[in-house]
């Protein structure tokens, strides 16, 4: 079944604990995508990968980290977690974003952070 | 800098009827506008994309219209069910580099809720 993981589901830790959570795509997707999800904020780009060691800021991409060593896994690593991270986090791919071939997200089903 | 704007005020109609929810944004000329449905603490799924050439798009009981003089698109769900009780958010794609075959990337409105009552 094509989609895209994200573990872990929630994640509660504290302050300063360095966590990374994980995402994976089986659609053999180019562009991939984290967004952070905030009441009455809406959903806020991170960080997105264009393909394989290319990665660029989003709108929101302090205290966050990425990398893309494969075109399946894009991992969001936060080295120092602080309580205003707590959020709803969003992992997205797809296929392509070139304007001819631009093509819809497929999202992953989100992890709850928590830092107390 | 270009925004969207969606109702932030929860839509209630009765079962059966249309449902129509409204994308406006400013700023910007997006050449791609998307819907997706979202669930309560789930990810977003995608409905339909219209490219800015296109006035209308219908899937099923979805109708999408965009409207790049007026900057705004409808997004209409016809004959409306309780299961399509969710929040609907829009997304444009913002060029992130110019000329034939740019990228683009989604920037996403805020959603509305809609609540179907039986």
């Known amino acids: 079944e094509a989609q895209v993981t994200q573990n872990p589901r929630y994640l509660i830790t504290v302050t300063g604990k360095k966590l990374t959570v994980t995402c994976s795509q089986n659609m053999n997707h180019e562009y991939m995508s984290w967004y952070r999800q905030d009441p009455g904020l809406g959903l806020r780009q991170i960080y997105y990968s264009m393909n394989v060691e290319v990665t660029d800021k989003g709108d929101v991409p302090e205290g966050y980290k990425v990398s893309r060593k494969e075109k399946r896994n894009f991992p969001l690593i936060l080295e120092s977690p602080s309580p205003n991270q707590t959020s709803l986090y969003f992992c997205a791919s797809s296929l392509s974003i070139q304007g001819f071939y631009n093509s819809p997200l497929h999202f992953g089903n989100g992890t709850r952070l928590t830092v107390t | 800098s270009q925004k969207i704007e969606q109702n932030s005020e929860a839509l209630n109609i009765q079962e059966g009827k249309t449902a129509t929810l409204t994308c406006n944004y400013t700023?910007?000329?997006?050449?791609?506008l998307q819907w997706y449905r979202q669930d309560p603490g789930r990810g977003p799924v995608f409905l339909l994309l219209i490219r800015e050439n296109e006035k209308e798009k219908r899937k099923e009981r979805l109708k999408v219209t965009f409207d790049t003089t007026l900057k705004q698109s409808l997004f209409h769900i016809t004959a409306s069910q309780p299961a399509d009780s969710a929040t609907y958010l829009c997304a444009l794609d913002m060029i992130l580099s110019g000329g034939t075959g740019g990228s683009y990337i989604p920037t996403f409105g805020r959603g509305t809720s809609l609540i179907v009552h039986p």
């Open positions: 700023n910007y000329s997006p050449a791609y």
